[in-house]
């Protein structure tokens, strides 16, 4: 397993190419997924939320598209991804705060958003326990996470296609792109070997989270995960 230090390099070598290969590698859809989880939220105006693990930008962007007049910081340990959405944002006439900070550590007030998302990011957190804690400390009661990442497509052949895209496809075309081949093979198995959507639900239930559910897109390929901080604490 890469430390969260590795993953950030990998990250930072990517990032002039990143958006182009997202794009690219999902055919465009993943702009349709963000916006598709960030119409979930149902934030009023003045609400804040954080998007953690951030990127380039496009989850920020998507909630406060989707959501107008909410207060939207995004949050990310690779400082070069994050300048790139500063940049976007300001093209686009959205406001975007945006923050250095690892996901295991948020340099954030307790129960100061009202959501907070995270896409495409949760499995490149070696450390997932102490995340899932720093998103429910974050959140103020009754909040609610979003959580995109990709899955396996459920049924056997998708399965077979899609995992013959990850071993092959994807590592040959973002290596040859972005001069990085180690980094979009490390990407494919990431994929491949992360936790199924039973396996996240429990993490997040673990963690403290009600109302628990996930549905998928486009087949299983990616999975929208949500739930929320209890109004109330839990009894002991």
Known sequence: MKTQQAIAA??????????LLNHLLSLGLHKRWRQMAAATL???AGAKVVDVAAGTGDMALAVAQAWEG?????????RQMLTRARAKARAEG???KVVVG???ALPLAEGSFQALTIAFGIRNIPERTKAWAEFYRVLAPGGRVCVVEFGMPTTRVWR??????????LPVIGGVISGEP????YLAKSVMAFASP???RAEMKAAGFVGVRSYPLSGGITWVHLGSKPISPPRD
């Open 94 to 96: 959205v406001g975007l």
């Open 70 to 78: 909410v207060d939207v910081v995004g949050v990310d340990l690779v």
């Open 10 to 19: 990998l990250f930072a070598r990517i990032a002039p190419v990143y958006d």
């Open 42 to 44: 149902n934030m009023p």
């Open 198 to 200: 039973q396996q996240l």
């Open 182 to 185: 180690g980094s979009y093979r």
């Open 102 to 104: 690892d996901a295991t």
């Open 160 to 169: 077979a296609i899609y995992g013959a895209y990850l071993g092959w496809i």
